[in-house]
């Protein structure tokens, strides 16, 4: 009989399978891995949580599977998961030091943060595109799991929610603001990924694949790099200030120009060359790029 992934609906469930008491808030709770005993094979088809899942590290021997990758988490960092995501974990990747913020949807959802949580990209990226942090970071971070902590602990009141909720946004902003920094100290990994996506694409258009699969999709371009949509988006935003979207669109454009100067097809035989299935869509991409039509770009070179 086929194993299928445990899903835990509610803090308690996931409390009373890492051998844990009973959380202090039924909506939300913070897990130090230290303390949890539990057997890594009884998980080995992976879990499901119906909560959102903000994981610290701060040291760790083996990886954890994420996805389609492996998150590798030597040097410690965080992870962020949000409800409904499969997680997996092996037995030999159990291992390791550090804590874990869980926040059930109800918790957040009398909030602004219901909302902007959805803002935070960082909770569709893939776990082999955590965030790794510096020594400061950690004690950042850290500060901020122990006001969580501490107000979980001892002072459940009427403001308690407010303050938790607060304290969720600052981790948050905080997190958001280390990616950013990860995204500009790491340029040269983010420069071999553009470089990357460029001879792909080149790749896609000059061997006619469009004509044959269409236009490239940011899913197809960022499974062909090993990254997720998300991710590459944001990435992209920081090297180039471009989403993934504009910059196949800017390669399409490209491949366009060159193929209209080269006067070989017609207008409708390069929007089909590109992966249109209607050149009235191509007209109009490109008229948008270049605040001129095909036709009128062909015109202009005639000029010339």
């Known amino acids: 009989?086929?194993?299928?992934?445990?899903?835990?609906?509610?803090?308690?469930?996931?409390?009373?399978?890492?051998?844990?008491?009973?959380?202090m808030h039924?909506?939300?709770?913070?897990?130090?891995?230290?303390?949890?005993?539990?057997?890594?094979?009884?998980?080995?088809?992976?879990i499901v949580l119906d909560f959102y899942k903000i994981s610290f590290k701060t040291s760790f021997n083996g990886k954890i599977k994420y996805g389609h990758g492996f998150y590798d988490f030597e040097e410690g960092g965080m992870s962020f998961v949000?409800?409904?995501?499969?997680?997996?974990?092996?037995?030999?990747?159990?291992?390791y030091s550090g804590m874990s913020l869980h926040i059930h949807p109800d918790f957040i959802r009398p909030y602004s943060l219901n909302t902007n949580i959805k803002q935070y990209g960082f909770f569709s990226y893939t776990a082999s595109e955590g965030l790794y942090l510096s020594d400061k970071e950690k004690e950042t971070i850290l500060g901020v799991y122990t006001n969580i902590?501490?107000?979980?602990?001892?002072?459940?009141?009427?403001?308690?929610q407010d303050v938790i909720i607060s304290q969720i946004e600052l981790l948050l902003n905080y997190s958001n603001r280390f990616y950013n920094r990860q995204f500009?100290?790491?340029?040269?990994?983010?420069?071999?990924?553009?470089?990357?996506?460029?001879?792909?694409?080149?790749?896609?258009f000059n061997d006619e694949k469009a004509l044959l699969n269409g236009l490239p999709t940011v899913t197809f371009v960022a499974e062909e790099l090993k990254l997720s949509?998300?991710?590459?988006?944001?990435?992209?935003r920081n090297l180039c200030g471009q989403n993934t979207q504009q910059f196949i669109h800017d390669k399409l454009i490209e491949k366009a120009k060159e193929y209209i100067a080269k006067g070989t097809f017609s207008i409708a035989e390069i929007a089909y060359k590109l992966g249109f299935?209607?050149?009235?869509?191509?007209?109009?991409?490109?008229?948008?790029?270049?605040?001129?039509?095909?036709?009128?770009?062909?015109?202009s070179i005639h000029k010339n």
Do not use: C, W
């Not at 009373?16 to 008491?21: F, H, N, Y």
């Not at 902590?149 to 308690?160: A, C, K, P, V, Y």
């Open 82 to 95: 949000s409800p409904g995501q499969l997680l997996k974990m092996q037995e030999e990747e159990a291992d």
């Open 26 to 46: 039924p909506l939300v709770s913070i897990i130090n891995y230290g303390e949890a005993v539990f057997e890594a094979q009884d998980f080995e088809q992976g």
């Open 229 to 236: 949509p998300r991710y590459l988006s944001d990435l992209l």
């Open 149 to 160: 902590q501490d107000e979980l602990r001892e002072r459940i009141d009427n403001f308690s």
């Open 1 to 23: 009989m086929k194993k299928h992934p445990k899903t835990f609906h509610s803090l308690s469930e996931l409390h009373k399978a890492m051998g844990l008491p009973v959380p």
């Open 277 to 299: 299935e209607h050149p009235q869509s191509f007209n109009k991409l490109f008229k948008k790029k270049t605040n001129a039509t095909p036709v009128e770009f062909q015109q």
């Open 184 to 204: 500009i100290t790491r340029k040269a990994v983010n420069n071999d990924v553009l470089a990357q996506l460029e001879t792909l694409l080149n790749a896609y």
